[in-house]
């Protein structure tokens, strides 16, 4: 009888890194689920803006990635600019109370990015440097899953305040404020770097022809897919709008998120071990076509009932994917190379992002959102070709 090895234990680093994400995220989305309402409806901003404030917002973060992720394999040290990043957008939770105006909000959002910017890419590639290939895809969805835990408590908690307070958008931004300082203290206290990471010194910007050949065909065909991917992905005011247009009150805006993240929870971790044991490629076929349902649904939906079913389906494949990618750009990538693989990654997202979102916001105001929702839907059947078109992707388990 042939004895199945016993995975390796998630590393407690994981997880704690898993739970800054979720307290960050419970701050983040307080803001974030009532912020598009509050910007169109209090402060008076067009749909048009809000589609090119969440794409440049975006980008931003994506932009900066890449430095903080070429700088964390230059220096090995991967846990001080996460924390860096994590503090930034701590400060930056205060504006959202003390300033009214869309010029205020702009500048809190923005440098609140440029804080997940710095964060993002060094974070990632310390899941990558702490956790055995065999159970890389179970740690991207563990953290993955804590983090949409704390985006379904954000909302649910961004609804209750604002009962409270009566529709007091002010006592809502500031209860923000201290789940992100309480992220920033787990982070310092319950996060070690891992004692083998070592300065890279041949990591550098701008990157090179030689550095794009170190990085591999592999790679960059993960990158050509994400973002194609990428760019058919909204921002979740287009969600939140596009149930606020078929009845949802606005006090209930960020049940929206609630409601997405509910479907994104429940599958992100389960995906991320399936991962491991069967492959990544099916099931990231499985979240473009689930991503594809979603969309028409939203396009077509008539009733508030049917367009928070697509809501639903668009959290399912976020689940299904997210992570995976996570995981992929880990398999193919060299290790001393992890922080610019994730930067470089993050940064081809963000621009297709900011490319997606205004173009969403633009098509919205020309034709509605049956025609932002079908270009979404469109792109992304263009991503799963190509990506069916990746034969050379690393089985997981392998570095």
Do not use: C
Request: hydrophobic share 55%; aromatic share 8%; no cysteine.
């Amino acid at each position: 009888m042939t004895l199945v090895p016993t995975p390796p234990r998630m590393p407690t680093a994981v997880w704690a890194l898993g739970l800054v994400s979720m307290l960050m995220d419970i701050s983040s989305e307080i803001i974030h689920g009532l912020l598009p309402v509050y910007l169109v409806s209090v402060l008076g901003a067009s749909m048009a803006t809000v589609g090119l404030i969440e794409g440049m917002a975006e980008a931003t973060a994506s932009i900066v990635k890449i430095f903080s992720g070429v700088l964390s394999d230059r220096l090995g040290r991967r846990k001080m600019l996460a924390l860096a990043g994590y503090g930034l957008a701590a400060v930056t939770k205060p504006v959202f109370p003390l300033v009214a105006s869309i010029g205020a909000v702009v500048a809190a959002r923005f440098i609140d990015r440029i804080g997940k910017g710095i964060r993002g890419a060094p974070r990632d590639a310390l899941i990558a440097d702490i956790t055995p290939p065999e159970i890389r895809g179970a740690a991207f969805g563990l953290r993955q899953s804590l983090d949409t835990i704390g985006a379904v408590l954000g909302p649910a908690l961004a609804i209750a305040l604002m009962a409270l307070g009566g529709g007091n958008y002010a006592l809502a931004f500031w209860a923000a404020t201290v789940p992100a300082f309480a992220a920033v203290l787990v982070l310092a206290l319950g996060v070690r770097e891992p004692p083998d990471t070592k300065p890279n010194p041949d990591a550098r910007l701008p990157i090179r022809r030689a550095d794009i050949t170190v990085l591999g065909a592999a790679y960059w065909g993960v990158v050509a897919v994400a973002f194609v991917f990428s760019a058919a992905r909204l921002g979740e005011a287009f969600l939140i709008l596009r149930a606020v247009d078929l009845g949802l009150g606005a006090m209930f805006a960020p049940a929206v998120l609630v409601v997405m993240n509910l479907g994104y929870v429940v599958t992100s971790y389960p995906a991320g071990v399936l991962s491991d044991r069967i492959g990544r490629r099916g099931l990231m076929a499985a979240g473009f076509g689930l991503f594809v349902v979603a969309n028409s649904v939203l396009a077509l939906a008539d009733t508030l009932p049917l367009a928070l079913a697509g809501i639903v389906l668009w959290g399912v494949h976020l689940g299904l994917t997210q992570g995976i990618l996570s995981s992929l750009v880990a398999d193919v990538a060299p290790q001393a190379f992890r922080g610019t693989a994730f930067g470089t990654f993050n940064l081809v997202q963000g621009v297709a992002l900011l490319v997606g979102n205004a173009a969403g916001g633009l098509l919205w105001v020309a034709a509605g959102p049956q025609a932002t929702f079908s270009l979404s839907a469109g792109l992304t059947l263009i991503a799963l070709a190509g990506f069916g078109a990746l034969t050379w992707l690393r089985r997981p388990g392998t570095d």
